[in-house]
């Protein structure tokens, strides 16, 4: 699994220590859960017929539901400190270690500009523990894939 954000946090029992240990970096993909965790999508009639994630189960009726709730926790956090769910969801993955490099995907400039922007976000230990206690491991409805 090389995906750790806010909803696939199951790396840091095993794989980060592991790779703190041997003095690896770690690049994880999709750390905006495949754009999830932006907020823009709150039901599946917010894709395309022919997204791919209508097809993950993350996405699917009950569990995007339940999902959601971490976006909204997400969305409040955000608002704390003049960001964007985006930047905060990139922030909080900056926050857990120099030795993590997020590389979100993007097509559009402003996205960009955006997602670099979660770089200039500080956040508090209690922001921090805020958020752990909205996105604990396993919280995530659904499995990845």
Partial sequence: M?????????????????LRELGIS??????????????????????ASDDYRRRQPRFQPGNIERNLAIVDSLSRVAAQVEATPA??????????GEDIVPIPGTKHRER??????????????????????????????GARY
């Fill in 26 to 47: 770690f690049v994880p993909y999709s750390p905006l859960g495949r754009g999830f965790l932006a907020g823009a999508i709150r039901s599946l009639d917010g894709l």
């Fill in 112 to 141: 960009l500009e955006e997602n670099t922007a979660a770089a200039e976000v500080s956040l508090t230990a209690a922001q921090l523990a805020e958020l752990d206690r909205a996105a604990p491991v396993g919280a995530a409805a």
């Fill in 2 to 18: 090389t995906e750790p954000s806010l909803w696939a946090r199951e790396v840091e029992a095993d794989v980060l220590p592991t």
């Fill in 87 to 96: 930047q905060l969801a990139l922030a909080w993955l900056l926050h857990q």
